[in-house]
């Protein structure tokens, strides 16, 4: 591989002690956290970064030794974040992206955002009132609360961590999906 593209690489970046992800850093930032002393390496990419001087290989995660406290920065509300979050899985009947139902394959299109309180209702575009419904569930429910529509949640929709969903809908490595939680 050539520097350019070893350079066009990101690194995951986590915070120290918890673990949890902070920011994609480039691989410039996360080689000098390294040789600074202020990182270690947890995963690495395979590839090599060459210097005049030395030879680095090239991390894909790093963690800080030190924990850092980041305040929370507010997640905005989007589709495209519910789906993400709820990893294109029915809040009510749990069928997910690649699932077969009724002799058909499910893709991204299946899905679509329901409100738990719907909007006739005063139900609002919040990360806690909205979820990914796959459509067969959506029309059952309707314009209904879901109790009253004879339906359950699977799980309480919560707002994300912030970090969590940028990393999410990005496009990483397979292996940041061990360090990120949605």
Known sequence: MSRVSVLQLRVLLLNGSTWEPLAVITVQRAVNLLIAGKAIAVEMTGKYLNTVRRKFEVPSVIALKSYVNVPRR???WSRKGIMVRDGYTCIYCGAKVGSKVRGRVL???DFTI???I???KGGKDTW???ACACARCNHRKGNRLHNVAGMRLLWEPKTPRTSYLVIAMGSGPEIWKRYVEI
Do not use: G, Y
């Open 74 to 76: 507010k997640s905005h």
């Open 107 to 109: 893709t991204k299109h």
């Open 118 to 120: 719907p909007r006739s």
């Open 114 to 116: 329901d409100h738990i």
């Open 128 to 130: 806690s009132n909205t």
